[in-house]
């Protein structure tokens, strides 16, 4: 049953190799965010797709892109990733943006 | 700015006893509270919003204005309570949700 998926839980990519993050849901949500959590920090949101319209936070380093195909997927790709960007990326999704967040899993992304 | 704030990076109690987790925020205009729980190898997950009204899981969480705060209480402390506990904001008509850094709850047996 679950609601937000995302894959894979743990990826390990090498300093300035592209990698992408992919996130899935079922509840037909028409909001989807990427959060990045670092270690013991609060969750920081990068950027969302209300629909296809996407909005990126001012303080998002260009190197994070993001890609939403349909309703259903969205891919956070992070172009040349440095050693600061080992986090855990979260995606979630909601109704509308006054609604409840559904937060998946989390990727565990280390950069070697 | 918007901010949130909790205080308390560990809040260790025995089970049965109160808790209080503490909340402060800053916000220009009327604040969408919530509190987030993450309990271990869990997503996060909403526990409540100060909207609803609701208490769950025997938490409440009542919005003062005057001292800008949302503090959440339970009254008797239970082991599966123990998880991390993040106070967030809602941010205009965005959806951001401005996080504090959050409050690991021990309920210690």
């Known amino acids: 049953d679950a609601m937000v998926i995302q894959n894979p839980r743990y990826q390990v990519t090498q300093f300035g190799k592209p990698v992408t993050l992919s996130c899935s849901q079922t509840?037909?949500?028409?909001?989807m965010y990427w959060y990045q959590q670092k270690s013991s920090q609060a969750p920081k949101l990068l950027f969302h797709?209300?629909?296809?319209?996407?909005?990126n936070e001012a303080d998002t380093p260009d190197n994070f892109q993001s890609r939403r195909p349909n309703t259903s997927f969205c891919f956070l790709d992070i172009r040349s990733p440095g050693l600061g960007d080992a986090a855990m990326y979260l995606c979630?999704?909601?109704?509308?943006?006054?609604?409840?967040?559904?937060f998946g899993p989390g990727t565990r992304l280390t950069v070697t | 700015a918007q901010r949130v704030t909790q205080p308390e990076k560990l809040l260790s109690v025995f089970k049965g006893a109160p808790v209080e987790l503490k909340c402060n925020y800053s916000?220009?205009?009327?604040?969408?509270l919530f509190w987030y729980v993450q309990y271990s190898r869990q997503r996060l997950q909403l526990l409540l919003r100060?909207?609803s009204r609701e208490s769950i899981k025997g938490f409440t969480a009542d919005l003062n204005k005057g001292e800008t705060s949302f503090h959440l209480k339970k009254p008797f402390a239970q082991e599966e309570d123990s998880a991390m506990y993040y106070c967030?904001?809602?941010?205009?008509?965005?959806?951001?949700?401005?996080f504090g850094q959050g409050t690991t709850l021990q309920v210690k047996p």
């Open positions: 979630a999704t909601s109704k509308s943006f006054w609604d409840e967040q559904y």
């Open positions: 509840l037909n949500h028409n909001v």
């Open positions: 797709y209300y629909d296809k319209d996407f909005n």
């Open positions: 916000y220009s205009g009327s604040p969408e």
């Open positions: 100060h909207i």
């Open positions: 967030a904001l809602i941010r205009g008509n965005t959806g951001k949700l401005i």
